[in-house]
């Protein structure tokens, strides 16, 4: 639980230093999938055609170890499709993917990569809700594997 809060305190830093850049246009977000490392939050930096990202969030919880986190970061592209529309995205993202089981009943988490489409209702540079699905793949300490992450959040 410290890591969340942590985390959290770190991304409303991001937050705050972004927001007093004109220059620039910045997002924060919460929900689920690979935009948020699981279930968490993500701190962005956006233009009309893209979507830069760090994000911070929880995978699992067990009642021997508590909740297993993690952070990742990721780059999603609008302008693939053509540029009549922002609303698809392909993203490439790297981070927390998965966690595992290790010795004495400890979590840990696995990092990886993904690849993933994303589609934002009021397009990439607007607030709202976007939904997706990444195709992950991590090696943890123990095993490693490959797996679909569904995205489901809201950026404000």
């Known amino acids: 639980m ?13 937050l705050a230093a972004g927001q007093a850049n004109a220059a620039g246009s910045y997002s924060f977000g ?8 699981g279930v968490g939050a993500n701190v962005s930096m ?21 909740y297993t ?5 990721g780059w999603i592209k609008t302008d693939l499709f053509g540029a009549d529309s922002n609303n698809h995205g392909l993203g490439v993202y790297l981070g927390a993917v998965g966690s ?15 690849i993933g489409y994303y589609y934002f209702f009021n397009g990439i540079s607007a607030g709202g ?4 699905i990444a195709a992950v793949t991590g090696n943890g ?3 490693s ?8 959040g809201y950026q404000f």
């Open 2 to 14: 410290t890591f969340i809060v942590k985390s959290l305190s770190i991304i409303s830093l991001l």
């Open 30 to 37: 919460l929900g689920l999938g690979t935009l948020y490392s």
């Open 46 to 66: 956006l233009s009309d055609v893209d979507m830069k990202y760090l994000s911070v969030g929880c995978l699992s919880y067990s009642t021997y170890a508590g």
């Open 69 to 73: 986190c993690g952070a990742g970061l």
């Open 100 to 114: 595992e089981r290790t010795d004495y009943n400890q979590s840990e988490i696995v990092n990886g990569v993904g």
């Open 129 to 132: 809700t976007n939904l997706g």
């Open 141 to 143: 300490k123990y095993d």
């Open 145 to 152: 594997g490959s797996g679909l992450i569904f995205q489901l």
